[in-house]
């Protein structure tokens, strides 16, 4: 049982890049050993796209647009879905490099700037 409170939000992990390294190790760890890195970004990206559509199935789901089905998500389940798609496209990424937190980090200022300019502000 947990020490929460009902409503309350759980602390976000500690470092979120070491548990993208812990994930993509967990990965690394079972794919085959003759299997080079540019082999296993493949199912990862596909899986990726595998979480996409899951975001999308769950939209549908929660905004009721598949007559046949009718209401069959909430949007917390949208939330959960978005949430597998960002955490497997950052173990991709770790595929491509273990510099994931670097190359994360400065494309995201790269975005910053572009978006919202020099300033950073909106």
């Given amino acids: 049982m947990s020490d929460q409170h009902p ?49 999308a199935q ?19 389940d949208v939330e959960a879905e978005l949430c597998d798609v960002v955490i497997t496209a950052l173990v991709a990424l770790r595929t491509l490099t273990p510099r994931t937190r670097e190359v994360f ?3 995201l200022e790269r975005v910053k700037q572009r978006s919202l ?3 950073g502000e909106a």
Wanted: aromatic fraction near 6%; avoid cysteine.
């Fill in 58 to 76: 769950a939209v549908i789901g929660a905004t009721g647009r598949n007559p046949r089905k009718g209401t069959t998500h909430r949007w917390d």
């Fill in 7 to 55: 409503g309350t939000v759980p602390a976000p992990p500690e470092d979120i890049w070491s548990t993208v390294d812990d994930l993509w190790a967990w990965l690394d760890g079972h794919r085959p050993l003759d299997e080079g890195r540019e082999a296993a970004v493949l199912p990862r990206v596909l899986k990726l796209s595998e979480e996409v559509g899951e975001v």
């Fill in 105 to 107: 980090t400065r494309h």
């Fill in 117 to 119: 300019g020099p300033g």
